[in-house]
């Protein structure tokens, strides 16, 4: 079965760096999102995708953040400046469309930790 | 007040046991995902609810819309269901993004 992949699975970075999270997206899934749990918190919406242009994105979703898909295949999340507090769980979903009633199917997850 | 209300919040049950989570919203939704979080981390769909009732395996999820409720039931419970399960409606304010609850966590012993 498909399955959406992210890469690394975990990153440590010291306070002040960029970090790029990559996502690869099922195929035919033109639909993208990123979410983020820090640790023993619920998920919460970052930003969704689609079509080369940010959809949604919430207010947690910064200047420091930004998205691309740079080659057609992978989806990034760019943090240009991380916080402490961005250390997290990053979680990338993928959907076909872009109905409401679609499965988002979630990759594994990218653990990021901020020293 | 939280949009989105699970209950309870830690629940352990024997082998065998049905179980029953429940999921509460105070905003106008479109549909309603229920999801899985595994020990790992990792995140799976196992239902999405616009009216009705589904069921899938050993797992049923109902909602009311006119209640704002939603409930995910479990019949013969296994140890192997010992997971995060979280309740996640689409608001109507919002496109496709999901708005999560804080999750149940379910532990289920032999």
């Known amino acids: 079965e498909p399955e959406v992949t992210q890469t690394p699975s975990h990153q440590v970075t010291q306070m002040g760096q960029e970090v790029i999270l990559r996502c690869v997206p099922i195929?035919?899934?033109?639909?993208f999102y990123w979410y983020r749990q820090i640790l023993g918190q619920k998920v919460e919406f970052l930003v969704s995708f689609y079509n080369n242009e940010i959809s949604e994105k919430s207010e947690i979703f910064d200047d420091q953040f930004s998205v691309e898909r740079p080659d057609g295949s992978n989806f990034t999340l760019k943090i240009r400046s991380t916080k402490l507090e961005d250390s997290a769980m990053y979680f990338c979903?993928?959907?076909?469309?872009?109905?409401?009633?679609?499965?988002?199917?979630f990759g594994p997850g990218t653990r990021l930790t901020v020293l | 007040k939280n949009e989105v209300e699970q209950s309870p919040q830690n629940l352990t049950a024997q082998e065998g046991e049905f179980i029953t989570i429940n999921c509460s919203y105070s905003?106008?939704?479109?549909?309603l995902h229920w999801l899985q979080q595994h020990p790992g981390g990792g995140i799976v769909s196992l239902f999405m609810l616009s009216s009705g009732k589904k069921k899938h395996g050993r797992l049923i999820a109902t909602i009311n819309i006119q209640e704002k409720h939603s409930s995910l039931h479990i019949t013969a419970s296994h140890p192997r269901d010992s997971a995060v399960y979280i309740c996640a409606p689409n608001k109507e304010t919002s496109g496709s993004r999901l708005t999560f609850g804080e999750g149940t966590q379910l532990t289920v012993n032999p």
């Open positions: 195929s035919n899934h033109l639909y």
């Open positions: 979903a993928t959907t076909r469309g872009f109905f409401r009633t679609d499965t988002q199917y």
């Open positions: 905003v106008g939704i479109s549909a």
